[in-house]
């Protein structure tokens, strides 16, 4: 098997992006190079590795693999590691990403973001670098607009978004602010390559928490950037390098494991977390559920053009639901459940479930989280690989609690 056949379908690249067979063991899967140094024939002459923070083989198996689904247009054929680069967690790679911009730079940023997220650029990055950050609902483009300044260089989006699964349209932010001078990023962790790439609408950046769909097994924390451009490609290496937030070889073989069956677990979340906002909606003990493959979701046009795995639209594996109940009365919803659990995080085998406002969220200032509608009756499920018909069963015995 060549990975060098740029025709090659996503759920063929899952398992073959960015790889091939070792020459010399015929090894099908990259070994993990624990090695922290590596010997040189002569002083400053080695083989293109010199020491792990700055060059791993099996790092850059994982960081060609995921540039290859991305649709990196840098060259993944060879042994280094152009487009894809892997950090030791999702917020790593997008502290790393900020680092390359300078003090006075401005950030335009989705109102609605991973709580930790929101949390680094707040608390962190404007306080230490004296980079300002506007947070706008990105499915306006006019409020964008609105908030660019001659000091704007980044903006940076999630979708959908964590926790509303907000959807912002790609295309469209890139048509406007093209020519700009603005990089333009995505956090694509929610919907993955496999539904959709950034990069191929005219996004300069993705940036992936592989703690989740991408390491899909809830045992390994990692992020990831990707570009097409060089010369932004070069100044992440670069800082990658500099900063040194890199991820372990044996992560890097972690996260890369999970992603050969991403195509696959996606299908699964997909279809199971249709079924399962449809019995959400169908209830009379729920307000409202937000899924982006719901014909009642805000942005469902959107979401249908933008997401789809293999050509067909899909709405991912998170549902975020509005219970007809106060905070006591969601308690008891999370608490009924037996197959999902109650835990942070998402995108893994199993199915979870968990209260934005008390766990993930709980970092957000209370004033944001009430304006963009995280209260006390919120919950949020990420649809795990179970069978569908337990899940199902679990959550008609949660809503019987509440
Ligand atoms: C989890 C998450 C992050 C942060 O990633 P870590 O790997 O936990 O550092 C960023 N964005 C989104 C959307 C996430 O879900």
């Known amino acids: ?12 690249l ?3 992006g960015g790889q091939h067979v070792c020459p010399q063991t015929g090894a099908v899967m990259p070994p993990v190079y624990l ?18 923070r700055s060059h ?10 995921i540039a290859r689904l991305e649709g990196s247009a840098l060259d993944q054929s060879q042994d280094v590691s152009f487009g894809g680069f892997a950090f030791s967690s999702g917020l790593a790679a997008t502290a790393t990403l900020l680092d390359t911009l300078k003090s006075g730079d401005h950030v335009i940023a989705m109102d609605d973001l991973y709580g930790g997220t929101h949390r680094l650029f707040r608390q962190v990055i404007n306080p230490s670098r004296g980079i300002d950050f506007t947070f706008v609902d990105m499915t306006d483009l006019d409020a964008i607009e609105a908030a660019v300044t001659d000091r704007t260089r980044l903006l940076w989006v999630e979708t959908p978004t964590n926790p509303m699964l907000k959807i912002s349209d790609l295309q469209a932010i890139a048509d406007r602010l093209r020519g700009r001078g603005i990089l333009l990023a995505c956090d694509n962790t929610f919907a993955t390559p496999m539904l959709q790439r950034p990069l191929t609408m005219g996004f300069d950046v993705v940036m992936h928490s592989g703690t989740k769909y991408i ?22 290496r670069f800082h990658q390098n500099a900063v040194g937030s890199v991820l372990g070889p044996f992560d890097s073989y972690l996260a890369l494991r999970g992603a050969k069956t991403m195509a696959l677990r996606m299908q699964r979340h997909c279809d199971s977390a249709l079924r399962i906002a449809q019995l959400l909606e169908a209830s009379d003990k729920v307000a409202q559920v937000i899924y982006p493959g719901l014909p009642s979701h805000p942005q469902a046009d959107v979401a249908r053009r933008q997401m789809c795995l293999g050509g067909t639209p899909a709405g991912g594996g998170m549902i975020t639901a509005t219970l007809e109940t106060d905070l006591a009365g969601s308690r008891r919803f999370l608490e009924a459940v037996q197959v999902f659990a109650l835990a942070e995080s998402l995108g893994g085998v199993e199915s979870l479930i968990e209260h934005p406002a ?4 709980a970092s957000v200032p209370p004033e944001h989280r009430a304006a963009l509608g995280i209260g006390d009756a919120l919950v949020r499920l990420s649809v795990g690989i179970e069978s569908p018909d337990d899940l199902c069963r679990d959550v008609e015995r949660a809503l019987a609690a509440v």
């Not at 791993?56 to 693999?65: D, G, S, V």
């Not at 390491?215 to 992440?236: F, K, P």
């Not at 008390?358 to 969220?361: C, D, E």
Request: hydrophobic share 30%.
């Open 1 to 12: 098997m060549s990975e060098h056949d740029s025709q090659m379908q996503l759920d063929t």
């Open 14 to 16: 899952t398992v073959h």
């Open 35 to 52: 090695s922290s140094t590596y010997a040189q024939t002569a002083p400053g002459e080695h083989q293109g590795f010199e020491y792990s």
């Open 56 to 65: 791993n083989p099996t790092r850059y198996a994982l960081e060609r693999c």
């Open 215 to 236: 390491g899909g097994h809830s045992d390994v924390v990692c992020g990831m950037l990707v570009t097409s451009d060089q010369a932004i490609a070069e100044r992440i």
């Open 358 to 361: 008390i766990m993930t969220h």
